[in-house]
């Protein structure tokens, strides 16, 4: 129906075109130029006929001399017959058949005239020719007889007047004459020759002039004029016919011109209002396009512009040029896409062509960072609606939250977030990775889930009342994962405040140091225990000795000390090896431990020294015990490979009373009777009597204070070096200086001979004095080497750390030589700068300012903690030797030596193993990470002299 | 409107309510106004006209018509032109008594001269063309003449880039036979004898003539062949009898054939037996046969006889003499012409 109706509008349109169309064609058929042409061709044929008619007028009158005028009378008739004949340029051509049937009846009588005509003009001649000659025959005529004469000039005028005025009676009078005339001649026996000429003449013109007169008759006759006539009211009726309903076609003309322009005028009225509500529309719509806030624009089906807001050019700057409507919609995304990158929403959206979907979501960015929101929307007509949202601001807040909680999430640390009442809102995957409980598990509940009931009750107390105030918590926590097993917790708590200050939720962060915890338990371990017996070390021992002369009852209780020295230990050792003799070391000390009693202390002092402490325990006890240690040492029996060895041992007692000095007098007595039992025979005990002292001092460790003494004096120490190098760059080296003795023959003394005894009876200081002098001095006679070498590192005992003379000493020197600090390193032990913390500190910074470097020495024996390390600041880690030297057969000494180096890696320390005796241990240094390596496979020491002579 | 002001039909009116006596009195006064005109144009008036170039002629269509005039493409089978029985070197028309046509097909009347041709009223001896196209078409056709059909003329045309292009430059549509007619007419409209001693006299000179043939021209009018043998052509403006006083035919001895039938063979009408176009006499002086029949090989035998059978008279040795000499004075001068 729809479809009907819509057809309507343009056929009645074509319909009415063509109707006006056709009446304008009717109107055109008879052109007035046309009517002009006919009234023209009617007056020539007038004229013409009139010029015809009046020449042969002439003709039949013998007025006219010659018939030019005529022929060209003649030949224009017919010149507009042919026309009139002919299909082309013949104005009557579109007229009736009437007009043209009576067209064709005057043209034949027109041609009847013509044809006539030429008939007179030659009977006229002739006539003509007659009319002239007669009289002059007669004239002629004298010498005949008068009648005759008279009778022929008679019959002459009588002609002439016939010529005038032409009638039947006179014609037939005329030849009734003639007649009798010629009868009467032919009566005459001798007729006259002249007389039968002018008799034959007559006759002749008689005839031609009676022919000539039906002629001019004939002539007259044709109805050329009543044709013309005929002709001309035909044409008069067609014309008026035609005029008539040219007039009716132009009447209705004028009716469907007044008519169309009226639905003209109604369509330009509707279209008006239309346009004024469009308009309205229009702006109304811009208006709203305007007001919003999100970027706007529309495109057609063909994806031009057609209308958009002023959002839209801030938006999309660089669309400025072409934001003008009709502009194509590529401008905005595929032309400019270098300024965009689009982020799909939805997955579907992506997915390609086959998507008919009329909606599409997505993401934009723009090349300055702004991020729109674009929702393109497919209207009816298949254009486009383009919304854009300014979402960046929010984008970024997204985008930096989700940065956040990526960080959290991959965090190395558990992180653990609570409402105010310490429900768990939040924990990361860490969390989940260490104590085994899921997200669902853990949120909700309190992290109280994780108390092992190891951890002090007093520790929480202080952590919720120092959150609670709004400040950082820092502990560790003894903690129970969901497997029951546990783990060590360094956390740290603090509150997150809202934008008015107020807690609103907890968030913890807690490192599992489960490891390290086990590393110090382990280096604790191993700094007071022996590693080959289990026994407790030198150390502990004497730490254990401390406590106990320091204790409140001292005096009032008794105790006992003694030295164990074995007698045969070298001669095992020397001719087994070292693992026979560790092999004895360790049965003869769970011997030992067997019949020491329950309280005491069994430690190895060192090489094959032992020591027993027996707490609350008489002298006389004190006898019993080691009269039963001596026994049960004779009573053993070592075999190695087969052969037997006896075992002899020494043993010295001190009992510890009210007479006791001090720990070092304690050892020094002790170690004095354990001389004396040597020196009376061995295989004995000895208890401490005071003229003991003295005795040994002849011979043990006093003797090397006056060997240093006199060796000072005479200048017999001297410098070895042995070189460190960098595992992963060998392009340098720097060296550790070590001291050496040389005795009275010549004989070198290693340190460990005379260190300990110079240390014991404070002597060290003196040695490190002469060590930087003697260092400083062959630095600044031996510039090459200077430049050769990194720097040296110079050996510091305890005692010079915190001696003023020594750092005086040093900067005295550094003045001195104008030696660059950099070109110095001081080792010292971590005991030394452990026992007077705060003045060691005071020294290594100092130097440091001056550019001289620090070594951790022998790290890893005597430590307590790492937590030490963090308060000196060192530049290189020496990690022990006695954990390097293992570190490929042993799996402990490998992980801590691996720990120690990532303790150094993370403290920013680099760090050194020492012991590398083989290629195994360099290996596996360097698998580990270790900086630098020295070691009898690196460089043997050699002396000092021959690494600077050396090129 | 148009109905009260139409002219024809005033005109109509008018010619209807003509009276004869004025008529006759009209035309008394155009012959004296007609004197008067000729006087003074110092033209004589004589029955007999000077020859003028009336028509205003395209060269280049005169020239195209000239060659096409000399074209023996225009026969059947390349053998002759329109010249070649009317030769304008001597006297526009055939030597011979009948001409000859392609292969040797022999003509049954005179060939006149194609020489002011123009003035012809109409064409052919029993005047069936009325325009000069009319007639060219006539002898191109005509198996006994040139015996050509026009397709092939067109033809053969056709083939001549000169010839086409000639056309192509005066005519907008080319080689037509119309185009073809037109050009050989348009020739022959400017075949024009101008200049004559009669009409150099005829136009005032006295010395043009001599007194010998003025008294020949006094002698044919006054003997009557001025009443056909007048105007511009002297001749060729009527149709006469052959033998209007006499009977010729009979007295000639020879079988009648459809030539000497005339205008009947036109018409058809008895009263056209025996009538001819009136021949012109300007260039009668150069022509070898005379008549329809080339029955005469003289012009002096030719006045005789036309004085017998067309005036009934006997006109004197002398006199035919003084005639023909007046008859000479009439040949005027055109290029093609060579005396």
């Not at chain 1, 052109?31 to 009234?39: F, L, M």
């Not at chain 1, 200048?715 to 040389?742: G, M, W």
């Not at chain 2, 010998?212 to 043998?229: E, N």
């Amino acid at each position: 129906m729809k479809v009907r109706h819509n057809l309507i509008k343009p056929f009645s349109l074509v319909l009415t075109i063509l109707i006006a169309f056709g009446l304008y064609t009717e109107t055109l058929k008879v052109g007035i130029e046309e009517h002009t042409q006919i009234s023209d061709i009617f007056l020539q044929l007038k004229e013409l006929e009139a010029n015809l008619d009046l020449e042969v007028m002439q003709v039949t009158s013998f007025l006219m001399v010659q018939y030019d005028p005529l022929i060209e009378t003649r030949r224009k008739i017919l010149q507009l017959e042919s026309q009139l004949i002919t299909n082309d340029d013949n104005p009557f051509q579109n007229t009736n058949a009437k007009v043209k049937r009576a067209l064709k009846v005057y043209l034949i009588s027109l041609s009847q005239k013509l044809n006539v005509m030429e008939h007179i003009k030659s009977h006229a001649a002739v006539t003509q020719n007659g009319l002239q000659y007669l009289p002059t025959a007669v004239k002629n005529l004298e010498n005949t007889e008068g009648t005759a004469r008279s009778d022929f000039a008679g019959l002459i005028s009588r002609l002439s007047l016939y010529t005038l005025f032409p009638s039947k009676s006179e014609l037939d009078g005329l030849h009734s004459k003639l007649n009798n005339l010629k009868h009467t001649i032919d009566s005459n026996q001798r007729p006259h020759e002249q007389i039968s000429n002018i008799l034959f003449h007559a006759q002749n013109l008689l005839k031609h002039l009676s022919k000539l007169v039906g002629l001019k008759n004939l002539y007259l006759s044709v109805p050329s004029k009543k044709r013309f006539i005929e002709l001309s009211r035909e044409y008069d009726e067609y014309f008026a016919k035609v005029t008539e309903r040219v007039a009716n076609f132009n009447l209705l003309l004028l009716i469907i011109t007044i008519l169309c322009l009226l639905a003209l005028y109604r369509v330009l009225y509707r279209l008006g209002i239309a346009h004024k509500k469009a308009n309205n529309l229009w702006n109304r719509l811009h208006d709203a396009v305007e007001s919003i806030s999100d970027a706007f624009a529309l495109y057609d089906h063909e994806g031009h512009l057609i209308l958009r807001n002023r959002r839209w050019l801030t938006f999309y700057p660089w669309l400025k040029d072409h934001v003008k409507p009709g502009t194509h919609v590529d401008m905005v995304d595929a032309k400019n896409s270098k300024y965009l990158t689009t982020e799909y929403l939805d997955p579907d959206e992506s997915g390609g062509k086959t998507q008919v979907s009329k909606r599409k979501n997505y993401l934009q960015q723009l090349e300055d960072g702004r991020w729109f929101m674009a929702n393109d929307d497919q209207t009816s007509d298949g254009g486009t609606v383009c919304v854009r949202k300014d979402v960046t601001e929010s984008k970024i807040a997204e985008i930096e939250l989700k940065k956040l909680l990526r960080a959290v999430e991959a965090s190395s640390s558990i992180v653990l977030i609570t409402d105010v009442a310490g429900n768990i809102e939040y924990i990361n995957p860490k969390f989940t990775e260490i104590t085994g409980y899921s997200k669902d598990e853990a949120v909700g509940k309190n992290p109280r889930i994780l108390n092992s009931g190891l951890t002090e009750k007093e520790i929480y107390c202080n952590l919720w009342k120092t959150i609670i105030s709004g400040k950082e918590w820092k502990g560790e926590f003894h903690n129970r994962k969901k497997d029951g097993s546990f783990y060590w917790g360094r956390a740290s708590i603090s509150g997150v405040k809202n934008e008015k200050g107020v807690i609103t939720h907890y968030i913890a962060i807690q490192d599992d140091v489960t490891h390290q915890y086990k590393l110090s338990e382990q280096l604790t371990y191993q700094a007071s225990h022996d590693t080959l017996t289990g026994l407790v070390n030198r150390r502990e021992f004497e730490n254990r000795v401390e406590r106990l002369l320091v204790s409140k009852n001292r005096g009032l209780e008794k105790h006992a000390l003694c030295y164990l020295d074995l007698d045969q230990f070298k001669v095992v050792n020397d001719t087994c090896g070292h693992i026979a003799g560790d092999q004895l070391l360790l049965q003869l000390s769970n011997l030992l431990k067997d019949i020491v009693r329950h309280r005491d202390t069994l430690a190895r002092l060192g090489g094959d020294e032992f020591g027993v402490l027996m707490e609350h325990c008489s002298l006389e006890d004190a006898e019993r015990v080691t009269s039963s240690l001596l026994k049960a040492v004779q009573t053993f029996h070592f075999t190695w490979e087969g052969q037997p060895f006896i075992v002899g041992v020494s043993i010295g007692l001190v009992a510890i009373d009210e007479n006791t000095i001090d720990l070092t007098q304690l050892m020094k007595d002790a170690d004095a009777a354990c001389y004396m039992a040597k020196d009376t025979g061995r295989n004995r005990v000895h208890v401490y009597h005071i003229e003991d002292s003295d005795l040994a001092k002849r011979h043990g460790e006093m003797q090397w204070v006056s060997r240093i003494h006199q060796a000072l004096e005479e200048d017999r120490f001297c410098l070895h070096a042995q070189s460190i190098v960098p595992l992963n760059d060998q392009t340098y080296r720097h060296y550790e200086l070590l001291i050496r003795l040389k005795d009275e023959k010549g004989k070198l003394i290693f340190p460990n001979a005379f260190l300990p005894a110079a240390e014991r009876y404070g002597l060290i200081i003196k040695i490190d004095k002469w060590v930087i002098e003697k260092a400083f001095n062959l630095m600044s006679l031996n510039p090459d080497f200077l430049e050769r070498v990194k720097f040296v590192s110079i050996n510091l005992s305890g005692p010079s750390i915190v001696d003023s003379d020594v750092i005086e000493l040093i900067f005295k020197k550094l003045k001195e030589t104008g030696i660059s600090g950099e070109k110095f390193c001081f080792e010292i032990t971590e005991t030394a700068a452990i026992s007077n913390l705060s003045r060691a500190n005071n020294f290594v910074a100092k130097l440091r300012e001056v550019g001289c470097k620090f070594a951790l020495d022998d790290f890893g024996s005597g430590l307590s903690s790492f937590g030490y390390l963090k308060t000196l600041s060192v530049n290189y880690l020496k990690i022990d030797g006695m954990f390097v030297k293992d570190i490929v057969e042993d799996p402990i000494d490998h992980a801590i030596v691996k720990s120690i180096n990532e303790i150094g890696q993370v403290m920013d320390m680099k760090t050194i193993a020492e012991f590398v005796e083989n290629d195994q241990i360099l290996a596996e240094l360097e698998k580990i990470g270790v900086n630098y390596a020295q070691g009898y496979q690196i460089d043997k020491p050699r002396p000092l002299d021959d690494i600077i002579n050396e090129v | 409107m148009i109905k009260n002001t139409d002219p024809a039909r005033k005109y109509g009116t008018w010619i209807k309510n003509f009276p004869c006596p004025t008529l006759v009195t009209v035309i008394y006064l155009c012959t004296i106004a007609s004197l008067t005109f000729a006087e003074e144009l110092k033209i004589k008036f004589e029955p007999v006209r000077p020859l003028v170039l009336r028509d205003k002629l395209d060269p280049i269509r005169v020239q195209l018509g000239e060659k096409l005039f000399n074209d023996v493409r225009l026969s059947k089978d390349n053998s002759i032109s329109c010249a070649h029985c009317h030769n304008l070197a001597t006297n526009g028309s055939d030597d011979k008594r009948f001409s000859v046509g392609i292969d040797g097909a022999l003509g049954n009347i005179k060939a006149p001269s194609v020489y002011n041709s123009g003035f012809q009223f109409v064409l052919f001896w029993n005047g069936r063309a009325n325009t000069l196209e009319e007639q060219a078409e006539g002898p191109i056709t005509n198996p006994i003449e040139m015996g050509s059909t026009w397709p092939s003329v067109i033809k053969k045309l056709e083939a001549d880039p000169t010839m086409k292009a000639t056309f192509t430059k005066t005519y907008s549509d080319g080689i037509t036979v119309q185009n073809i007619l037109n050009a050989i007419a348009d020739f022959e409209r400017s075949l024009v004898t101008l200049n004559s001693p009669f009409d150099l006299w005829l136009l005032g000179n006295e010395e043009a003539i001599s007194q010998k043939q003025l008294k020949g021209y006094q002698l044919f009018k006054s003997y009557g062949c001025i009443s056909c043998h007048q105007g511009q052509n002297v001749g060729g403006n009527m149709f006469a009898q052959m033998g209007s006083v006499g009977n010729y035919f009979e007295d000639r001895g020879t079988k009648i054939t459809s030539a000497d039938r005339g205008r009947f063979e036109v018409t058809g009408q008895e009263a056209d037996l025996y009538f001819f176009r009136v021949p012109s006499l300007r260039l009668a002086a150069l022509q070898n046969y005379f008549f329809h029949d080339s029955s005469v090989s003289t012009l002096k035998e030719a006045i005789r006889i036309m004085g017998v059978y067309q005036l009934g008279r006997k006109i004197p040795d002398n006199d035919i003499e003084y005639i023909e000499s007046f008859i000479n004075s009439l040949v005027g001068k055109h290029p093609l012409l060579k005396r």
